[in-house]
């Protein structure tokens, strides 16, 4: 079982910026491989950011060249740097856990509870 909390979201204007945190707990590794969702309304949800075991990581198009995931292995906390924002990224974000070395955006197991991110312009 492993518990996923989101922090760091809230409204910014076009062009800010945000970091998103995600911290684990309970039984999970460090380096498994994780990754950042998000789902706005009336869409589905979207993978768009995974960092495997050996730090490897892999961006949707629609972020790609503006996100940055990472991680503090030590800390057991996931992050999302997330520049030049746009209205199209207002969404819940979700960050995700797959209890394996590598993955796809289709392998996560455990979840958080998602957290809202705002961009007005």
């Known amino acids: 079982q492993v518990q996923l909390v989101e922090s760091g979201g809230g409204s910014v204007q076009t062009g800010g910026s945000l970091r998103l945190s995600c911290a684990a707990s309970?039984?999970?590794?460090?380096?498994?491989?994780m990754g950042w969702f998000r789902q706005a309304p009336g869409k589905e949800r979207e993978g768009i950011a995974l960092?495997?075991?050996?730090?490897?990581?892999r961006y949707a198009d629609s972020v790609k060249g503006r996100f940055t995931i990472s991680r503090d292995t030590a800390k057991n906390t996931l992050f999302l740097q997330m520049n030049t924002l746009k209205p199209e990224d207002t969404a819940t974000y979700y960050c995700?856990?797959?209890?394996?070395?590598?993955?796809?955006?289709?392998?996560?197991?455990?979840w958080g509870k998602g957290i809202l991110v705002t961009i007005s312009s």
């Open positions: 995700a856990a797959s209890g394996r070395w590598f993955c796809g955006y289709s392998d996560m197991r455990a």
């Open positions: 309970g039984n999970t590794n460090g380096r498994y491989c």
């Open positions: 960092i495997n075991h050996d730090s490897s990581t």
